[in-house]
């Protein structure tokens, strides 16, 4: 898929919060896809309309860029686009709690990718999470990703240090990526950007998309993890490592793992 | 024009979209430009005459922006004050089609600084445009610039490959750059305040402004390409090149080219 | 307290300005706290009754945000969480000199972070700034700095070459830092967002947290100031050294001034 990105260069809408918008439209350049970035109401549907899939990201929501959110949410429904939803600290603040559950009641939403603590507050499971960290808990992610994917109809992406992917039958891990990766801010938000760019070019294998990002976005950080001095140099090595990443890199590590994507 | 702005510090008052905020005041920084941000329309006419110029730009547009990006470039006509525009994405949605227009209407702007598919928006003409990127068009950029900037009465700085800035009447190229700087998010939302900022030392000459800073800019460009592993790196490598390319390099560049600066 | 810091990760609640939002969360994050970013007024309250600190910044102030500064640093007020108060460009337009006074009326600030352009505006006292820049005056900092502090009930911490902080009577004074710290967008910015860190694991001494936060913060600068090529690589370089300065770095400094903190 990492090269059918590369030569389709799909335009990803994002719909996302400030802290993370450069890196965000950065990251998607260095894969080899084109950002577009835009969130008022009167544009939201038009830009939907004009990607290969939307992203979706609470971070810094506010009431208008909810308005948007849900416009473009639809809009992209309707051209059979792929949505992705980024559920940022769901379990912060009753606000964030509420705008989640509405977005995933009005719009067919593709993966949602998110940490434990997030999907432990969307689907009201006992989790200990503390801001926008993913916490710690005693509910088993596997059993509540599939529970989850199962109830909500989307795919579950849940990261962590071993990530889980799930349509709710079948059940993908992952364990590529560095510890170093939860030092830089947005990490999980460019990811869920880096979902909707694999979901782009592989619109009828949303489970199969959402792995392999997360399998290609851990080698880039293992690469980038590389000689880095700390959370500075590392932002940047990772850029640069989302560019130079292989599709020989992907298709090995699959082949270590199960091979079944 | 670099050395005066160095020595003057010109104050450049830039609305702009949040993607690239950081990476433009950051950019103007190194220039060594004093940036000021701001977009409330309570302060939008007085941070517009503090300034030496004021750069516009559409790229994350919403109903209160505009409304200051209107009020700023007033206040800035009345003063004297150079107004750049840069309408990001003129052609992807009409919202931002439209915007582009009223500002043409209601300011006075001394700089169009585009694309060419942006450019082939705004005044109609057939164009293969793609999200935020420049297309490919059948169209002769020198043309449709020289017939736009006599139409809007505006300087219009177009980059692609080989730059062309015109007043309608005289034509400049600028072939410096390198390709690594289309990898980079808000490379060109950067480069328009960098016109501003040339712009602000020499207000009466706004084509030779404008054309000196697209040199200036190529070549910082080619300067951070060396030995850079990717759009990471060329990012932090490019921040750098903005504050350590001399008055003398533009000169050589210049008189290698017309001279005619 | 930065091994407090280190070992307790502090939650930080940051309404600030779309600028430095990531460079802000990034510095957090190397240091070692936990960042959560959020403006809209629907969950101001809610972030800030979670934070260790909050950290209020008006650098692109609109009405929507000055209400969330508004209803969080009160509800912060309410838990006996600390303050910190950042009035970017205070003297530049009279709606941000205006909104500086009326937080400082409706709020109980811990630290006022600000440089003596910025003092000097909020004092009415006589000053020349420009832009968002210190500016040159004739005022005396450190005896307009303790005058501040008695009269807003506030510590005072105003940075420049050296930096004075002040409860209005003890005044400690911090040389550390190197001159590169001013050609990066929002050093000021994260720096009070670094003051809000210490804060927050020393509640009760906040004359002593805003003084050891100035002095690690200089001391990163000098570190990372040290092989670096311009103002990008310096950045880079400053979020490394965030994460990599000790306690012991810090004890040595105070041990070579005062040792008084």
Known sequence: M?????AEKPIIHCLTNH???NFQANGLLSLGASPIMGEAPEEAADLAALAGAVSLN???????TVTSMLIAGKAANKKGVPVILDPVGAGATPYRLSTVKRILEEVEVSVLRCNAGELAAIMGADWQSKGVDAGA?????????RSSAKKLSVIVAVTGKTDVVTDGDTVIENASGDPIMTSVTGMGCLLSAVVAAFSAVSPDR???AAAEALRFYGLA???AAQHVKG????QT??????????????DELNRMEDGAL
């Open 2 to 6: 990492l090269t059918q990105i590369r």
């Open 137 to 145: 808990g005693e509910a088993d992610i596997t059993q509540l990703a």
């Open 237 to 250: 090595a990772f850029l640069d490592a989302l560019s130079s990443v292989r599709q020989s890199d992907i």
């Open 206 to 208: 949303p489970l199969a």
């Open 221 to 223: 950080g293992e690469k």
């Open 58 to 64: 609470i971070g810094t929501l506010n009431e208008t």
């Open 19 to 21: 802290v993370v918008s």
């Open 231 to 234: 959370p500075g140099s590392f």
